[in-house]
């Protein structure tokens, strides 16, 4: 490439610029400063203005008597009582003179304004107390501060009960209101005496004067007595006591009236051989020996001493004021003849629980009444009464019977119940069929499947119903109870048998009726449910089936099998069954029968059977003691047997006034249930021992 010459081509070049003093000097460098500057300004701007336009507007009121210092823990502007804070949580604590400093969290939400209520607790307030008397106990709602004076006692602000109390003042009660806040408050009281002055004299002067029993001084005097009810007695040497019962209110003075002290009455300790006598003092009744007696002094009083038996005693006593004596008077007997005629001769005679002898024997005994023992091992004691006469023997006969003797001797052929129900006594040890066979034999007509032949013994003597129990009798156990109607027919009336009774029913009618009569309950009862029973007891109970049978069917030495014989039908009428007038009732009927009666007939309607026991066979069927079950055919003979303790059914035997077929009207007819029916009652049962 060729060169020009820059002149000669026209083109002006700058020329080379350097500064004056310096041959290699740099450029110099612009100053930012003022930009940075306002950098920051803008991003402060920023700042403050987005945590305006985010920030939420939050007033703070504190309910206190001083003025508050409000700290919150984080970004927040004040602005009087309010604050800009961000949403979120915040830390607070606010303290104010005399008050509790407080210290909690707060949560600003999204809303625009919001306002915080705080409530600062006041410190205790300073109180003092002072009474007049001092040294009284203080006590602040109930619980003691201690006696005044007392000084700046911490009490929380509000009100409170502060009662005052010192011995013999009376104790004053009132409400205080604490200001709290460390102010100083003061309560002053003046307690009113609880004591009057009492002003007594006696004449003769100078008796003991006591307050509810403790001498306090001699009169006259001037007593200081505290509030309420007191006995004030007087006591001197040679006078009666003379006492008085006295209201005393506080700060009112009483002004008594001079006592007037009677002579000391003269005390006679009277006593008698034998004791026991009744006395009498100027014809009046005071007691019986021994005994004291407070005589009228320097005055003749009459004397008797008696008793039933011995010859009257009287006579004048007399004595001093304040004397005392004693006497013991001893009376002669009045007395009668008594012959004691004893079998054996060896028993043992006890007259008033001494021994007399042994054997037939006469006693001159005094006339009032003797309690008599006779007594011989192996056999049962006789005791009696007796009451001599004088100049008249009496005559008292004993035979004594062996224990077994007497025991049969006490167990009576018939009883009444406190309901007037009869029972007859039954001792089928004594008769032909003590054993016999219960059931029915497969040949029989009629016969069911549970009348399985099995043989059965009693030896125990009991107690059977002549009737069944009616309505009005079991009424005076269950008052409400009904047994209903059938077809317009009434089965509720008094005298008829009661009906729609379960069996737990009658067990329970059984021991509330022994209960009545003092008698140990045959059946345990747990909650109101029959559970079980006691062999043992003799109190009340529902028939055994053995024993059921045996009364309806032993007659000799031969069983019936119906109630009027061995034939059927019957033909006249012996029983109420299933008759012609029950046909629209039972829709079944007894071809010809006529017994009279629709429905249940009243109970001994009918005649008994051959053991003065009536409806045996009719009426209602009738629950039995035992548990439902069917006998084995090969077992052993069974004694007096009461089946298992408790069950789900429970026997029923005979039939009723709704029964008209073979089957049912046999003695042999055997059901059973648990539950009530219009059919079904019963009749009560005891043992004899």
Same mark, same amino acid.
């Given at each position: ?46 700042? =403050? ?48 003179? #005399?008050?509790?400093?407080? +210290? ?6 999204? $809303?625009?304004?919001? !306002? *915080? ?27 003691? =501060? ?12 509000? $009100? ?39 002003? =007594? ?12 029993? +403790? ?11 505290? #509030?309420? +009810? ?9 006078? %009666?006591?003379?006492?008085? !019962? ?10 008594? /009236? !001079? ?29 019986? !020996? ?32 304040? @004397? ?37 024997? &006469? ?69 032909? *069929? ?45 008052? @409400? ?44 009862? &747990? ?17 055994? $089936? ?20 061995? &034939? ?6 012996? $029983? ?6 029950? %046909? ?33 066979? #009719? ?47 046999? *003695?042999?007819?055997? /059901? ?5 029916? /219009? ?11």
């Amino acid at each position: 490439m060729n060169q020009q010459d820059p002149a000669a081509s026209g083109v002006i070049e700058p020329s080379a610029f350097q500064p004056l003093g310096s041959t290699d000097a740099k450029p110099p460098r612009r100053r930012h400063t003022g930009r940075w500057l306002l950098l920051a300004c803008a991003a402060l701007f920023a700042l =403050l203005m987005g945590f305006l336009l985010s920030a939420r507007s939050l007033q703070v009121l504190v309910n206190a008597e001083t003025p508050a210092d409000i700290a919150i823990g984080g970004l927040a502007l004040p602005f009087g009582e309010r604050y800009l804070l961000r949403p979120g949580d915040y830390s607070l604590r606010v303290t104010a003179a #005399g008050y509790h400093p407080l +210290e909690t969290g707060i949560t600003v939400t999204a $809303e625009d304004s919001q !306002t *915080l209520q705080l409530e600062l607790a006041p410190l205790p307030g300073r109180v003092s107390f002072t009474s007049t008397p001092a040294g009284a106990t203080v006590l602040l709602d109930g619980e003691a =501060l201690g006696r005044t004076p007392l000084a700046d006692q911490p009490v929380e602000a509000g $009100e409170h009960l502060v009662r005052i109390e010192a011995e013999r003042y009376l104790p004053l009660e009132q409400a205080l209101q604490v200001t709290g806040r460390e102010v100083a408050q003061q309560l002053a009281v003046e307690l009113a005496p609880g004591w009057a002055e009492v002003s =007594l004299d006696s004449q003769p002067p100078g008796a003991a004067i006591l307050v509810d029993g +403790e001498q306090r001084g001699t009169t006259p005097a001037v007593l200081e007595i505290d #509030g309420g +009810e007191h006995q004030l007695i007087l006591q001197r040497p040679g006078y %009666a006591d003379w006492q008085q !019962t006295v209201d005393i209110v506080p700060g009112q003075a009483l002004q008594l /009236d !001079t006592a007037v002290l009677q002579p000391a009455a003269g005390v006679l300790q009277l006593a008698s051989v034998p004791a026991g006598a009744n006395v009498t003092l100027d014809g009046e009744f005071l007691g019986q !020996t021994p005994l004291q007696l407070e005589l009228v002094p320097d005055r003749a009083h009459q004397l008797a001493v008696f008793k039933p038996g011995y010859r009257r005693h009287s006579s004048t006593v007399q004595l001093a004021a304040a @004397a005392r004596d004693s006497q013991t008077i001893t009376l002669k007997a009045q007395l009668g003849e008594v012959r004691f005629e004893i079998s054996p001769a060896n028993a043992t005679l006890k007259i008033d629980g001494q021994v007399r002898g042994q054997g037939s024997q &006469t006693l001159s005994l005094p006339a009032f009444e003797h309690s008599v023992e006779i007594s011989l091992p192996g056999y049962a004691t006789v005791r009696r009464k007796v009451t001599p006469r004088p100049g008249l023997q009496q005559r008292v006969a004993a035979t004594l019977l062996t224990e077994q003797q007497a025991r049969k001797a006490r167990i009576k052929p018939e009883i009444t119940t406190s309901l007037g129900q009869t029972l007859l006594l039954f001792t089928p040890a004594q008769s032909p *069929l003590s054993t016999f066979t219960m059931g029915a034999s497969r040949r029989e007509p009629g016969r069911r499947a549970n009348e399985v032949l099995h043989p059965v013994s009693l030896t125990r003597a009991f107690y059977l119903q002549t009737t069944e129990v009616t309505n009005a009798q079991f009424r005076q156990y269950k008052a @409400a109870h009904n047994s209903g109607q059938i077809e317009g027919n009434s089965l509720n009336r008094d005298h008829q048998p009661v009906a729609q009774v379960s069996w737990q029913q009658a067990a329970a009618f059984c021991n509330w009726l022994s209960a009545r009569e003092g008698l140990p309950p045959f059946y345990r009862e &747990t909650n109101g449910i029959i559970t079980g029973y006691n062999p043992s007891a003799t109190g009340y109970r529902l028939p055994s $089936e053995a024993e059921w049978a045996w009364a309806a069917r032993a007659n000799g030495a031969e069983l019936l099998k119906f109630p009027w014989g061995d &034939t059927f039908p019957p033909t006249a009428p012996v $029983e109420n069954y299933a008759d012609n007038s029950s %046909a629209y009732v039972t829709g079944r009927v007894l071809g010809g029968y006529e017994d009279g009666f629709v429905v249940s007939a009243p109970v001994g309607s009918l005649k008994p059977n051959h053991q003065r026991l009536y409806d045996m066979g #009719g009426n209602v069927a009738e629950w039995v003691h035992d548990v439902y079950s069917i006998p084995s055919a090969n077992g052993a003979t069974e004694v007096d047997p009461l089946g298992a303790q408790n069950g789900d059914n429970y026997v029923i035997r005979g039939a009723s006034w709704s029964h008209s077929k073979i089957a049912e009207l046999r *003695l042999s007819y055997r /059901d059973y249930g648990q539950a009530g029916r /219009d059919d079904v009652g019963f009749r009560l049962a005891r043992y004899a021992e």
